[in-house]
């Protein structure tokens, strides 16, 4: 069986990311293609920026922050990026929670949830392939770009997808799901 883990990259007061993250979830949940789907938000996680003596190349972790956030990452085996779009580029949490490991990722797919004003997040998803790929990841093609993301907020705070929404995170879940099964030798060896 597979899990799922979906990290929140916006850390900001009065990010969306927990109400995108949250419709993800229910979504990965009604898809059934893992087993357990978990949502991870950095905000929680806390992570200092870098702060390791060592390569994360090398495992060798001094801090319990970075071996709980080791676990966290290894016990997946794909995962969805939830992520803003700060200034053309993906936010620095989530290249800092990227950068404190190494082996962790290896092997895993990658789909990209991203929102923003008029680009949705592109231009921040199609940054991030450049390091994911070069940790041995798998960025699924298939994605999910919100433009002006707070039009899909309710009152509630809760995210009401529209039909392309939904039809974009089916395909990202569908290929997540075909690319983990793929992948999953590779990480046995």
Known sequence: MSKLEIIIASTRPGRVGPQVGRWIE??????????EVEMVDLAEVDLPFMN??????????????????SEKVAEA?????????????????????IDYLHHEWKYKPVGLV????????????????????????TPVFEAVSIPFVSQFLAEDGTLTPNEEMQTAAKAMLEELARTESALRPLRAT
């Open 26 to 35: 229910d979504a990965a949940g009604a898809h059934g293609g893992f087993s």
């Open 52 to 69: 390791e003596p060592h390569h994360p190349r090398l495992g060798q972790y001094t801090h319990d922050h970075t071996r709980r956030w």
């Open 77 to 97: 085996d794909a995962f969805a990026f939830v992520m803003p779009e700060y200034n053309y580029g993906y936010n620095a949490e989530l290249k800092n929670a």
């Open 114 to 137: 991203s929102y923003g004003g008029v680009a949705a997040g592109t231009r921040a998803a199609q940054m991030i392939k450049q390091v994911v790929t070069t940790l041995k990841m």
